[in-house]
């Protein structure tokens, strides 16, 4: 048979890919590693276009015009259409934070560049990804990069032979393979998200289009039922502490390539990929890609608590009717020149890629429309955004300068920095000589250092901040502070639920007596906490704040949010919150203990010494 005529097994191949995303994506921990339908995608992608170039190459008929004129027509109008579609739902339900995220995303979307963006914004402040609409495009961006390299790559490659080209594909496939364990050992977001760390997977789909070339290849059920074995091992197997895409990813991808060159016409392993729905599937799946991830984030952007399994279902059913609207309505007629001449194409994929990347543009200088929830005559806009955690910074040093007042090290993770913010915003702040430090941490021995113990001798003070800790940690930190003469004192836990975005619906007049439920494990862990620490020297936000210990405040009395990312405070929440704990009876306590003593800091000069 002809190697490059329509396979009805491959649309099946992509059913197998993109229903575990879908579900993966839409909470059924069963399909725990449904992420790998990617790496399917990626060696399908890998081999039609490669074999596509093959043919055009060894014909004499190549041009990269009419290359990207069909990927363009492919990928693009779709793409266009989910981006556009999201855009009023953002800003109906997003917060200016991951609304101002979300119009990144739209213009590196559009740019194919979102992989990079993922990249360089991951981390500890990154949004949750079941809140990011366009999550998912960092794929295509993938797929676009080898796209603009491949054509040309194997272009000159084949100046000096087929077999040059296959051992020059097979030499990057084995460089990005070794480059993306390189990144896994050091940062495996940037492994995740780059091309350089996923060439190796697309590669393998263009070796395995080399090798049908060649026609030396026959179907075989035994491989190809190994390859869709190791593709649904992978599936049900991995999780998200799978380490990924390392080694692991050996098994989806070496699995797919086993389907495409194994699983030919006339194999009971074809048979079953051909399946009418299966094709029926691969065939909308594309656009099934395209539509599920905004379909999941705006649902549970708009919920305030995570959505239900049967809830997911409907969703899952409303991907599948959109999808099959787009695939009708949108993909087949671009595709079809027929349908749309090239003049047409080009025109208006390039008006609406300028709309997008200008729409997006402007949310973004705007700072996300903060305006649209928030009253901008009482608080400005950075206010309420995560940035207002990072102003702390310049309270990090490891001297006081001397005069009358006490010295209090504040030390712990970025909540730390959200009870610095309490203290500033307060009066409290005056009466001290604050050092807010990171460096350390609570339960291990970086304190016994020389650095250490002379900063913890210069301090009168010491607030440890949202730190999980045992007992053993803290009858050492007891007996430490006691021999040092430093007043202890730790802040328990807070948190602000599932999501915040829902309760921007809430009328202004209303938020004030709105309350977040507070998620059961951060809860759990406030109690044990309290089990450990002497209730004089734990000051307690939910027991301060909250009247049954499992609630918070989401807005202050203005109705202002007291907090942009679930876990830590705005201004308003500096404020609001700091009232609270201020009044307390531990902190008073905490004061009298301080108060015992002089100053260290008048015993000592500007760099710590007697």
Same mark, same amino acid.
């Given at each position: 048979?002809?190697? @490059?005529?329509?396979?009805?097994?491959?649309?099946?191949?992509?059913?197998?890919?993109?229903?575990?995303?879908?579900?993966?994506?839409?909470?059924?921990? %069963?399909?725990?590693?449904?992420?790998?339908?990617? $790496?399917?995608?990626?060696?399908?992608?890998?081999?039609?276009?490669?074999?596509?170039?093959?043919?055009?190459?060894?014909?004499?008929?190549?041009?990269?015009?009419?290359?990207? =004129?069909?990927?363009?027509?492919?990928?693009?109008?779709? *793409?266009?259409?989910?981006?556009?579609?999201?855009?009023?739902?953002?800003?109906?339900?997003? #917060?200016? $934070?991951?609304?101002?995220? !979300?119009?990144?995303?739209?213009?590196?979307?559009?740019?194919?560049?979102?992989?990079?963006?993922?990249? #360089?914004?991951?981390?500890?402040?990154?949004?949750?990804?079941?809140?990011?609409?366009?999550?998912?495009?960092? /794929?295509?961006?993938?797929?676009?990069?080898?796209?603009?390299?491949?054509?040309?790559?194997?272009?000159?490659?084949?100046?000096? &032979?087929?077999?040059?080209?296959?051992?020059?594909?097979?030499?990057?496939?084995?460089?990005?393979?070794?480059?993306?364990?390189?990144?896994?050992?050091?940062?495996?977001?940037?492994?995740?998200?780059?091309?350089?760390? +996923?060439?190796?997977? *697309?590669?393998?789909? /263009?070796?395995?289009?080399?090798?049908?070339?060649?026609?030396?290849?026959?179907?075989?059920?035994?491989?190809?039922?190994?390859?869709?074995?190791?593709?649904?091992?992978?599936?049900?197997?991995?999780?998200?502490?799978?380490?990924?895409?390392?080694?692991?990813?050996? %098994?989806?991808? %070496?699995?797919?390539?086993?389907?495409? %060159? !194994?699983?030919?016409?006339?194999?009971?392993?074809?048979?079953?990929?051909?399946?009418?729905?299966?094709?029926?599937?691969?065939?909308?799946?594309?656009?099934?890609?395209?539509?599920?991830?905004?379909?999941?984030?705006?649902?549970?952007?708009?919920?305030?608590?995570?959505?239900?399994?049967?809830?997911?279902?409907?969703?899952?059913?409303?991907? !599948?009717?959109?999808?099959?609207?787009?695939?009708?309505?949108?993909?087949?007629? !671009?595709?079809?020149?027929?349908?749309?001449?090239?003049?047409?194409?080009?025109?208006?994929?390039?008006?609406?890629?300028?709309?997008?990347?200008?729409?997006?543009?402007?949310?973004?200088?705007?700072?996300?429309?903060?305006?649209?929830?928030?009253?901008?005559?009482?608080?400005?806009?950075?206010?309420?955004?995560?940035?207002?955690?990072?102003?702390?910074?310049?309270?990090? +040093?490891?001297?006081?300068?001397?005069?009358?007042?006490?010295?209090?090290?504040?030390? &712990?993770?970025?909540?730390?920095?959200?009870?610095?913010?309490?203290?500033?915003?307060?009066?409290?702040?005056?009466?001290?000589?604050?050092?807010?430090?990171?460096?350390?941490?609570?339960?291990?021995?970086?304190?016994?250092?020389?650095?250490? @113990?002379?900063?913890?001798?210069?301090?009168?003070?010491?607030?440890?901040?949202?730190?999980?800790?045992?007992?053993?940690?803290?009858?050492?930190?007891? /007996?430490?502070?006691? /021999?040092?003469?430093?007043?202890?004192?730790?802040?328990?836990?807070?948190?602000?639920?599932?999501?915040?975005?829902?309760?921007?619906?809430?009328?202004?007049?209303?938020?004030?007596?709105?309350?977040?439920?507070?998620?059961?494990?951060?809860?759990?862990?406030?109690?044990?906490?309290?089990?450990?620490?002497?209730?004089?020297?734990?000051?307690?936000?939910?027991?301060?704040?909250?009247?049954?210990?499992?609630? *918070?405040?989401?807005?202050?009395?203005? &109705?202002?949010?007291?907090?942009?990312?679930?876990?830590?405070?705005?201004?308003?929440?500096?404020?609001?919150?700091?009232?609270? #704990?201020?009044?307390? $009876?531990?902190?008073?306590?905490?004061? =009298? +203990?301080?108060?015992?003593?002089?100053?260290?800091?008048?015993?000592?000069?500007?760099? &710590?010494?007697?």
């Amino acid at each position: 048979m002809s190697k @490059l005529e329509y396979r009805p097994e491959i649309d099946g191949l992509r059913a197998i890919a993109v229903l575990p995303v879908i579900l993966f994506h839409a909470g059924f921990h %069963l399909f725990s590693g449904g992420y790998v339908g990617v $790496d399917v995608f990626f060696v399908i992608s890998g081999f039609l276009i490669t074999g596509i170039l093959i043919r055009e190459i060894d014909s004499g008929t190549f041009s990269v015009v009419r290359f990207y =004129e069909r990927r363009a027509r492919r990928i693009l109008p779709a *793409l266009y259409i989910v981006v556009i579609c999201c855009v009023p739902f953002a800003v109906w339900l997003m #917060l200016p $934070d991951p609304f101002e995220n !979300f119009a990144q995303s739209a213009i590196a979307t559009t740019l194919f560049a979102n992989n990079i963006l993922l990249d #360089l914004t991951s981390g500890y402040w990154d949004l949750a990804a079941e809140f990011k609409p366009l999550l998912h495009t960092w /794929s295509l961006a993938v797929e676009e990069q080898f796209y603009f390299v491949v054509p040309i790559l194997l272009w000159g490659l084949w100046k000096f &032979g087929k077999q040059t080209a296959f051992v020059g594909f097979a030499l990057l496939a084995v460089a990005s393979f070794a480059i993306c364990q390189y990144w896994m050992a050091r940062d495996a977001d940037h492994a995740f998200y780059m091309l350089h760390t +996923r060439a190796w997977e *697309l590669l393998i789909g /263009s070796l395995a289009a080399f090798a049908m070339r060649s026609g030396q290849i026959r179907g075989n059920d035994l491989f190809g039922f190994l390859g869709l074995g190791a593709i649904i091992a992978s599936i049900f197997w991995f999780d998200e502490n799978t380490q990924f895409p390392g080694y692991a990813a050996l %098994l989806p991808t %070496l699995g797919t390539a086993a389907l495409l %060159l !194994f699983a030919q016409r006339g194999t009971y392993c074809a048979r079953f990929l051909s399946l009418r729905a299966m094709v029926w599937v691969g065939l909308l799946s594309y656009s099934l890609y395209l539509w599920h991830q905004p379909i999941f984030a705006f649902a549970r952007i708009y919920a305030y608590e995570p959505i239900t399994p049967a809830i997911a279902l409907v969703l899952i059913g409303l991907t !599948f009717a959109l999808s099959y609207l787009s695939w009708k309505f949108v993909e087949t007629p !671009f595709r079809s020149a027929s349908t749309m001449s090239l003049r047409s194409v080009a025109v208006s994929l390039s008006a609406v890629s300028v709309a997008i990347v200008g729409i997006s543009a402007a949310i973004y200088v705007q700072q996300g429309l903060p305006g649209r929830f928030f009253d901008l005559e009482r608080n400005s806009p950075a206010d309420f955004y995560i940035a207002y955690n990072m102003r702390v910074h310049e309270y990090e +040093r490891d001297t006081f300068p001397a005069n009358s007042q006490h010295n209090l090290l504040i030390a &712990g993770n970025s909540e730390a920095r959200d009870f610095v913010n309490m203290l500033t915003e307060s009066d409290e702040a005056d009466r001290f000589n604050i050092s807010y430090r990171t460096s350390f941490d609570i339960c291990r021995a970086d304190w016994d250092s020389e650095k250490g @113990l002379d900063l913890l001798q210069s301090i009168d003070g010491l607030i440890m901040v949202s730190y999980s800790m045992s007992s053993s940690c803290w009858e050492q930190w007891d /007996s430490l502070a006691t /021999s040092t003469g430093t007043t202890l004192l730790f802040v328990g836990r807070k948190n602000f639920g599932y999501n915040l975005n829902a309760f921007t619906r809430i009328p202004r007049d209303d938020r004030p007596n709105a309350r977040v439920k507070i998620l059961p494990e951060i809860a759990a862990e406030n109690d044990r906490l309290k089990s450990i620490i002497p209730p004089t020297y734990f000051l307690d936000i939910l027991g301060t704040i909250s009247e049954d210990n499992r609630t *918070l405040p989401v807005f202050d009395e203005y &109705g202002a949010l007291v907090s942009a990312d679930r876990v830590h405070v705005t201004k308003p929440g500096a404020i609001l919150f700091g009232r609270y #704990l201020f009044a307390t $009876d531990t902190w008073e306590l905490f004061l =009298e +203990r301080i108060a015992r003593n002089p100053p260290k800091s008048s015993r000592h000069d500007a760099s &710590g010494a007697p």
